[in-house]
């Protein structure tokens, strides 16, 4: 399974950009879908999870600020992120878990999309 992620760049502090990640390959279904960051020196840490029924979780530090969405006919995840602050710069990859059509489970990671918020 390929995760095609796109929309990164660079934005002012308090501006907005939007994510989005599709998967593709031979998927029978796709159980979660997440965004996963990783600063300069820092680990890669989760910044938002999203269930196949819609179940969210949000890390500390992007709650009423980011907002994760799927569609599950497309295969796609996306992450609008607002209020964009400089801690937020780092490289951002989408994550999904499932199982193929052979009913062999994946786990997949897209090839990271840089974040930059600069003034």
């Known amino acids: 399974v390929q995760l095609q992620a796109f929309g990164g760049g660079l934005v002012q502090p308090g501006g907005s950009l939007r994510l989005s990640c599709a998967a593709s390959?031979?998927?029978?279904?796709?159980?979660?879908m997440a965004w996963y960051r990783q600063a300069p020196g820092k680990g890669r840490e989760l910044v938002a999870h999203?269930?196949?029924?819609?179940?969210?979780n949000y890390a500390d530090s992007v709650k009423g600020r980011f907002t994760i969405s799927r569609d599950n006919t497309k295969n796609t995840v996306d992450l609008q992120m607002n209020s964009l602050k400089p801690e937020d710069t780092a490289v951002y990859f989408c994550?999904?878990?499932?199982?193929?059509?052979?009913?062999?489970?994946?786990?997949?990671w897209g090839q990271g999309t840089q974040v930059t918020v600069s003034s």
């Open positions: 390959g031979s998927i029978r279904m796709i159980n979660g």
């Open positions: 999203i269930s196949s029924a819609g179940s969210i």
């Open positions: 994550n999904a878990d499932g199982r193929l059509r052979n009913l062999d489970p994946f786990a997949s």
